[in-house]
C-alpha cells in the first residue's frame, strides 16, 4: 500500500490571470492566514478567492509577528487580479496590537528586521526560544518610519496596559526620565501618538457582544480626540463559516 507523501501537493487559485475588478468601497486589512500558527484557518488560495467572489479590488494580510504568508498571498491575490496589501500584526511584550503596513521597500525592510530581531533574541538579549517573537513598543517605534500603523484596540475598553512614559522627574541635564506608565486605551493614546508618528487609525471591528455600537462610537470619539481615524475592518481568522469549526480546534490547542 503506498504511503500518503509527508506534504501535500501545493494548491493553486486557478489558471490564467484575471482582469482588476472594480474599485471597492471596502476592503478586508488585518486578515490572518494559515502562517499565523493555530490562529488562521485559511490559506492564501481561499483567502484570495472568497475576496475575489466578494468582490473587492484588494486585500490585506497581516500575520502575527510574521511576514512568511506574504509570497504566497501575493502570487495567489495576482493571478485572482487583486491588489495584495503587504503587512503583518505587530504583537508587543506590552500586549498592544497594531497592524502595521509599509508604503515602501525601506519600510519593508526595517518591518523584516524588527521582526527578525524579536525572534532572534529576548527583551534581555539572550537566545530567543523557537516560535517565540518579542517586540517592545520602543522596538517598533525605532522601526516604523514609512510603517502606516493601525492600532487594534483591546476587547476591553477599560483593560490595563504599562508601557514605559515619559516622566515628570528632570534630570540635572534637562533631559525626562522614563518611568512605567499604567493605563486604560483612552489614557496611553496620546503617549503612542507621540511615540508612533506613522499611528493613523484604531482598527473597529462588530464583536457582536451587545453593545457594538457604543463601542465603535467611543473609539471613533478616543481617535478623533487624539487626530487619529477608525478604520473598519472584519480581522479575519477564516474565509467561510465551514471553518470555525477547525479554528475552534485550532483555538483549544493554542490555549490548552
Avoid at 490571470?17 to 484557518?41: D, K, M, N, T, Y
Avoid at 463601542?215 to 487624539?226: E, K, V, W
Avoid at 477608525?230 to 485550532?250: E, S
Wanted: with cysteine; aromatic share 4%.
Amino acid at each position: 500500500m503506498p504511503e500518503a507523501p509527508l506534504t501535500p501537493p501545493r494548491r493553486h487559485g486557478g489558471g490564467a490571470h484575471l482582469q482588476p475588478p472594480r474599485p471597492a468601497p471596502f476592503v478586508e486589512l488585518g486578515l490572518v492566514s494559515c502562517f499565523s500558527f493555530l490562529r488562521g484557518a485559511s490559506d492564501a488560495v481561499d483567502l484570495a478567492a472568497r475576496a475575489r467572489a466578494l468582490g473587492y479590488d484588494a486585500l490585506g494580510i497581516a500575520d502575527a509577528n510574521s511576514l512568511a504568508g506574504v509570497v504566497r498571498l501575493h502570487s495567489e491575490a495576482r493571478a485572482l487580479g487583486l491588489r495584495p496589501v503587504i503587512g503583518c500584526r505587530i504583537e508587543t511584550a506590552e500586549g498592544l496590537e497594531f497592524l502595521a503596513y509599509p508604503a515602501d521597500r525601506a519600510a519593508y525592510g526595517r518591518l523584516s528586521r524588527l521582526i527578525s530581531a524579536g525572534r532572534m533574541a529576548t527583551l534581555e538579549g539572550a537566545w530567543q526560544d523557537k516560535g517565540v517573537c518579542d517586540i517592545s513598543l520602543a522596538m517598533l517605534a525605532g522601526h516604523s518610519e514609512g510603517v502606516h500603523l493601525v492600532l487594534v484596540p483591546p476587547r476591553d475598553l477599560e483593560a490595563q496596559f504599562t508601557i514605559a512614559g515619559t516622566g515628570n522627574v528632570v534630570a540635572l541635564d534637562g533631559s525626562r526620565r522614563e518611568q512605567a506608565l499604567q493605563a486604560p486605551l483612552s489614557g496611553l493614546l496620546p503617549h503612542l501618538a507621540a511615540r508612533l508618528p506613522t499611528l493613523r487609525h484604531l482598527a473597529a471591528s462588530y464583536l457582536y457582544s451587545g453593545d457594538d455600537l457604543a463601542r465603535i462610537n467611543a473609539l471613533d470619539a478616543l481617535a478623533r480626540q487624539h487626530g487619529l481615524a477608525i478604520l473598519a475592518t472584519n480581522l479575519p481568522l477564516y474565509h467561510a463559516p465551514q471553518r470555525r469549526p477547525l479554528h475552534d480546534v485550532m483555538t483549544a490547542i493554542r490555549h490548552k
